[in-house]
């Protein structure tokens, strides 16, 4: 468990994170495949999740390296804009980002059995980025109290196939805007999905509770898995990040909360960077990827 205060301009963070194994996984001796990081610096905070595919036999090894090195690569550009003086693309980072994640876990031997999603967050002194690859999830909470879900849309003819980092082709979903904005925010892994969304949208009495509390600091993620768990709404590896902004705000122009969606393709125009593509895996995972049995 960790929990963490930390201060980027005018607002106040308070964050709790934790990561517990699945009663399944303990039952059948294996490890917690989810994985999580976060890196504070002056001026900045990144944040990554990662889910592990449970079918697949290394996807702890492939989530442990899918958050180091995106929310490292983050950290990283943000100190390299800092250095240059430059304003950061708080886009192209995140893009870079999980480029360089996927990038690394396909550079591994093993890497057709170390597939995971990611999310991926960046907050800077005046804005802040989320995005997702994969069933894992963000919830945004904005300044009127409204929550924003980020995941990619499950549709069409392949819509039950969990798409992972090292997918042949993945949707991106992102969210962007002014840290005035934000008030809350929370990276998942799946484990949470049924219990705190309902047809996905979040659930407003759970997510609301999460960031008052943790506005409060009075949230222990360490206790919300083991009560979820005792109440039997746990049944996988869970994973969460959740903060809340507290104390004064910036009170200057407003940026309106922007969503938008990228194709592979699409997210390696936008990283601006020529990275090559080893052999992707081919077959996808079912929504039984955890190996978790079909009822309880």
Known sequence: ???????????????????????????????????????????????????????????????????????????????????????????????????????????????????????????????????????????????AGSLHL????????????????????????MLTGSLSELRGLALASDAFEHATLEQRVPTAGFWKQIFGMARQGKLSVFELIHFMDGQGKIEDDATLIALAAGGEVDSGEVQTIEEQEYSLDELLALSGAEIAEQDPIEEEVSPQRQGLPTEF
């Not at 870079?96 to 170390?114: F, K, N, P, T």
């Not at 990619?152 to 979903?173: C, D, Y």
């Open 1 to 143: 468990m960790d929990e963490l205060n930390h201060r980027l301009g005018t607002a106040e963070l308070k964050l709790s994170a934790d990561s517990q194994i699945g009663p399944y996984h303990v039952q059948m001796g294996y490890p917690n495949q989810d994985a999580y990081d976060f890196i504070q610096g002056d001026g900045f905070l990144s944040l990554a999740v990662a889910d592990g595919a449970g079918s697949l036999e290394r996807s702890d090894e492939g989530s442990e390296l899918a958050v180091v090195a995106s929310a490292g690569t983050a950290a990283d550009l943000i100190l390299r804009s800092q250095r240059n003086g430059t304003r950061p693309d708080l886009r192209q980072i995140l893009a870079e980002a999980i480029l360089e994640a996927r990038g690394a876990v396909l550079s591994l031997d093993y890497w057709e059995q170390a597939g995971s999603t990611l999310v991926l967050a960046l907050l800077t002194e005046d804005a802040f980025a989320v995005a997702t690859v994969g069933d894992s999830f963000a919830v945004v909470q904005d300044s």
């Open 150 to 173: 980020v995941q990619p849309p499950s549709v069409g003819e392949f819509a039950n196939i969990t798409k992972l980092l090292t997918s042949k082709e993945f949707t991106v979903s």
